[in-house]
């Protein structure tokens, strides 16, 4: 198999967007690819066999280019190409060329959010919502195909928190800040082994261009409550100097409106439960940092620094009324809890990293330097009431105030060397990381009766864990002119230590694992391509999954940590078949051990409940998906995306003997109508069907959005308006059912949003090399909570 690369050379970064370069058979007049220039101009033509071809360059602005008979018996380099533009183009000519907001490969799914209109009023956690295969559960706890576990990562750099906090995180990445999402299920071996269900990247848009030049952005949202959203990327690049960075501020306002039924029950036989109304407010502002630089120390040396900062304060404020009821299901009286949370999060990281090109075949070697503080403070207030059936008091009121604070240090090295083996063929990669994380947690809350604080120490908590996270990697990988291999085989050593100073409970943990990746990619004919994965993958307790204490919720509900739940390890298998190029099919199966669910269990004190985590013995997964593009014209542009899978829990939890297992269909739809060069409309849907997620079954649930787009100032500038959730239909139904348990409840937000934005983009047209760099701690920051 041989290549096939040129560059447009006279071209400045706006021409190239609209220009399709395809390559066709010389005997039959075939198209074999396509592929578009780079914002430098560069196109390739990968694994394409020995034969007689032309290369044909398309566009609108540009006559249309035809190479000389190119036989093909090694990689052939066109060199540089000069378009002409036609007679009735302008001197300069700005044309928008919109690749399809959905795109398919064998190892991932990649959304091209710059391509979709209906990403203006949308943040990270909207656009991944809409993902296909993707689920964000009641909790917006992120699933993949099904199943939890997912690792979440910005530019190459793992998010460092999980659960509700990485659900606020998401909300603050505006969608105009986004080029793309990147879902990938089979990583190979240079990535952390975390993450048993795949990996989702997050990548920012880059400032490419010499000089001074950026985007500004401003969004209006209205639901029940408004949204405000400004951001700003600035990029300048000055000789071997690059500078960039970038600001989001927040505003976002949003509700959880929350009803649910609890029943406790002894040999099949009601004996009492609780009735729930709860209401949660949110009041956030997020402010979300990106400084960075590149210097080119000479042609073959660069050197770099990142810092990211994350501040985000507000309040969330609760309201919680409850009905206690008895086995006949008569009222036994009420309680009413209020809280006041009001979180400040200082989440501060920087890189350094250096990468050495040592020769013109690719050997390079890069380091990698990471240290981040993750610091969390905040006041807690709760005040519940109680009352008889007749409203008269019948209970002293129950205040707590809680003092929160935590702090997470990771310190990380990663270094990587790359080389092509000339006399074999192929290329290797080799890496080792190392990684030490030290998180303390001191939480205090104290009773206030007759206004005098005492301290609650079953609330209160002071917790330090220590990890030492060791890992070598060796992958390689080889292509034939029909077969391409990738072998790759990772080492992780893992050493933690955590002590509940409270209560002087204390654990450790050491183990030394194994994780090989394999891949096969073959040829069958022109039109139709085999790939085969199979990968190992460890899914790590968080930290605060791991810390042993209570947290208080109401007088009847509250969490804990679990220091015995032990990794999650899933082995996949994913066969996938493409067919001209743009028909996928996958099927893929998978067997995960220790799985870790999130459980609500009857408590020890009478009509409460305990969330924590816990391992179930066993979890198989199988999955078939496909994908169809679908072009009507130059009007209609349509990327529908089915998937089935089929998810098997095995073990016993709580006393119950776990067994759900049901076939689940995903339906996503994407449609872009172009009523002319500065006018589009998108229409999205999506359908899931009734789903375990664990023990939590869920009922169908479905939604649609529309969005509009009208470009202006030639197109350096546009207004969109975008309604998210149009009939108001994404809202959540579902049950618990354990022995002795059973929980049903319905969700809803603030999910029909109205935006309406307004975009700039501003600076030179020269075309210049901005690297992406990411760091060394991902994994552990993905962690942190």
Same mark, same amino acid.
């Given at each position: ?14 021409? =190239? ?16 690819? /396509? ?111 099904? +199943? !939890? ?37 089979? !990583? ?15 990548? =920012? ?52 409106? =929350? ?43 660069? @050197? ?9 304060? %507000? ?59 993750? %610091? ?33 240090? /990771? ?37 206030? @009766?007759? $206004? ?25 990988? $080889? $292509? ?17 230590? %955590? ?18 990746? /394999? ?35 109401? !007088? ?6 679990? !220091? ?31 799985? /870790? ?47 089935? &899978?089929?998810?098997? &829990? ?35 849907? +999506? ?15 479905? &939604? ?49 949003? %109205?935006?309406?934005?307004?975009? &700039? $983009? ?24």
């Amino acid at each position: 198999m041989f290549e096939i690369t040129g560059q447009l050379s006279n071209l400045k970064p706006d021409q =190239l967007s609209g220009i399709s370069v395809n390559l066709i058979k010389a005997e039959t007049k075939k198209l074999v690819k /396509i592929e578009f220039p780079d914002t430098a101009g560069k196109f390739i033509f990968n694994q394409i066999e020995k034969g007689n071809y032309h290369v044909v360059v398309k566009s609108l602005a540009f006559k249309n280019y035809e190479s000389n008979l190119i036989v093909l018996t090694q990689n052939f380099n066109l060199g540089d190409l000069h378009l002409v533009a036609k007679v009735h183009a302008l001197d300069e000519v700005n044309i928008v060329g919109n690749k399809p907001f959905i795109q398919q490969q064998h190892d991932k799914t990649v959304l091209n959010v710059a391509s979709s209109i209906a990403a203006t009023g949308s943040n990270a956690l909207d656009l991944l919502s809409k993902a296909p295969g993707v689920n964000v559960d009641p909790s917006e706890n992120i699933s993949m195909r099904g +199943k !939890p576990g997912v690792l979440v990562m910005v530019d190459g750099k793992l998010l460092p928190i999980s659960g509700q906090e990485l659900s606020t995180i998401l909300k603050s990445i505006s969608g105009d800040q986004i080029d793309r999402i990147e879902l990938i299920t089979s !990583p190979s071996a240079k990535y952390d082994a975390s993450g048993n269900s795949g990996i989702i990247d997050i990548r =920012l848009k880059k400032g490419l261009k010499e000089g001074l030049n950026g985007n500004l952005a401003v969004s209006f949202g209205q639901g029940v409550y408004n949204k405000v959203n400004p951001s700003a990327n600035v990029n300048l690049k000055i000789g071997k100097l690059n500078l960039f960075g970038s600001y989001t501020y927040s505003l976002n306002n949003d509700f959880v409106d =929350l009803a649910m039924q609890r029943f406790f029950s002894a040999a099949g036989t009601i004996t009492g439960g609780n009735s729930y109304q709860n209401y949660f407010k949110m009041n956030m502002n997020n402010h979300n940092v990106r400084l960075g630089g590149d210097l080119n120390i000479s042609e073959n040396v660069i @050197v770099g620094f990142i810092a990211n900062g994350i501040f985000i304060a %507000g309040e969330l404020g609760s309201n919680s009324k409850a009905q206690s009821f008895d086995a006949n299901q008569n009222s036994t009286g009420y309680f009413n809890t209020t809280g006041i949370l009001q979180p400040v999060r200082n989440n501060e990281s920087i890189n350094f990293n250096y990468k050495h090109t040592l020769d013109k075949e690719g050997q390079s070697i890069s380091l990698d330097l990471d240290y981040a503080d993750y %610091g969390a403070i905040g006041l807690q207030d709760y005040l519940t009431t109680y009352s008889d059936n007749n409203g008269i008091k019948n209970k002293d009121d129950y205040i707590l105030h809680g003092d929160l604070n935590g702090d997470l240090k /990771i310190k990380s090295f990663k270094s990587d060397y790359s080389k092509k083996l000339k006399s074999l063929d192929i290329k290797l990669d080799l890496g080792l990381k190392s990684s030490f994380v030290t998180t303390k947690d001191n939480i205090a809350f104290y009773n206030l @009766v007759n $206004k005098t604080s005492t301290l609650d120490v079953d609330k209160s908590n002071n917790f330090n864990y220590k990890e030492w996270i060791n890992a070598i990697y060796i992958n390689a990988s $080889k $292509k034939w002119e029909k077969i391409n291999a990738q072998f790759g085989l990772r080492l992780e050593r893992t050493q933690a230590e %955590g002590i509940q100073l409270t209560n002087l409970s204390q654990f450790e943990r050491k183990y030394l694992q194994l994780f090989p990746s /394999i891949q096969f990619g073959y040829n069958l004919s022109k039109v139709h391509e085999l790939n085969i994965a199979l990968t190992r993958r460890i899914n790590r307790p968080t930290y605060q999954q791991l810390n042993p204490f209570k947290v208080f919720l109401d !007088p009847l509900t509250s969490s804990t940590g679990n !220091p015995l739940l032990n990794p999650e390890i899933t082995t996949s298998f994913e066969l996938s078949h493409t067919w001209g190029g743009k028909y996928l099919t996958k099927f893929g199966y998978s067997i995960t051990t220790d799985k /870790i669910l999130s459980i609500l269990s009857p408590d020890v004190k009478p009509s409460s409940i305990i969330q924590t985590g816990r391992n179930l013995a066993r979890y198989d997964y199988y999955t078939l998906s496909f994908s169809a593009p679908i072009t009507i014209g130059k009007w209609l542009t349509s990327n529908v995306n089915a998937l089935v &899978y089929y998810g098997k &829990y095995s073990g016993n939890i709580a006393n119950t003997d776990i067994g759900n297992n049901r076939v689940t269909f995903s339906l996503t739809s994407t449609n872009m109508i172009t009523f002319n060069s500065n006018t589009s409309l998108e229409i999205n849907g +999506k359908y899931d069907s009734r789903r375990y997620y664990g023990i939590m079954d869920i009922k169908p649930t479905w &939604y649609t959005g529309l969005a509009i787009q009208r470009q202006i100032l030639a197109k350096k500038a546009s207004l969109k308006l975008n309604i998210t959730d149009v009939f108001y239909t994404r809202k959540t139904n579902a049950s618990n059912i354990l022995t002795g348990y059973t929980e049903f409840f319905r969700q809803k937000g603030d999910s029909r949003v %109205g935006t309406f934005s307004f975009s &700039y $983009k501003f600076g030179s047209n020269k075309s210049s090399n901005t690297k992406k760099q990411t760091g060394g701690a991902e994994d552990e920051k993905r962690r942190a909570n």
